[in-house]
């Protein structure tokens, strides 16, 4: 997307070097030249347009990349088992692992890209909100299976492993849970808002 930001800015200023050359060189009669700069006119203005509807499409396929990105993390949270004595540990153990591989594959990848948006705008406090509360919720499941890999490895105890609280269960996550909901909703209605912008424009 930089490449397609960079053709716009560097059409948008030979549009308008070659506009005011061609003005200049009309005023003196010189028409060969005249025509050519006129032609890099045309074809730059061309570029610019080309580049700018491609950079908002590309712009739009990341903001829905990232919305669902961060869908399938919290969908993902229903895989969590807790451990109370009954389910076992390897099962949760498995499944905190794999809503971690969601957010490296779905979530970390999709804000990768988080550069295309404004930062004054208010799409942008919704974009860092999500991120930053899917983060903390990521590194509290970190904490959580890096506790049950030291108990496979027998560091901790049986009982330790059967009392330990799982973080990704406390207030603090179920806090952060809520703020990235409230994200992603902010995130979905601006999706809406350029659907609906889409169709007026048809």
């Known amino acids: ?47 610019f347009a080309v580049a700018i509807i491609s ?25 969590i088992l807790f451990y109370n004595g009954t389910a076992p540990i390897d099962k949760v153990r498995e499944n905190i692992k794999a809503i971690i591989e969601c957010f490296n594959t779905k979530v970390h990848y999709s804000f990768s890209r988080i550069n295309l948006f404004c930062r004054r705008s208010v799409l942008w406090k919704s974009l860092e909100t999500a991120w930053d509360c899917a983060r903390k919720i990521y590194l509290l499941l970190v904490d959580d299976y890096d506790f049950i890999n030291e108990y496979y490895i027998k560091h901790i105890t049986d009982e330790e492993m059967k009392n330990y609280k799982f973080k990704c269960t406390s207030d603090e996550c179920a806090e952060y849970m809520k703020q990235l909901n409230t994200a992603i909703g902010q995130l979905e209605n601006c999706i809406y808002k350029e659907k609906e912008a889409k169709k007026n424009a048809d």
């Open 1 to 47: 997307m930089r490449v397609q930001k960079n053709i716009a800015l560097l059409s948008v200023a030979i549009t308008i070097l070659s506009f005011v050359g061609a003005i200049i060189l009309n005023k003196k009669s010189i028409v060969f030249w005249c025509d050519i700069l006129i032609g890099f006119f045309s074809g730059s203005l061309f570029s």
């Open 55 to 79: 950079y908002h499409g590309e712009k739009g396929r990341v903001l829905k990349d990232i919305y669902f990105g961060c869908i399938d993390y919290q969908t993902s949270f229903s895989l």
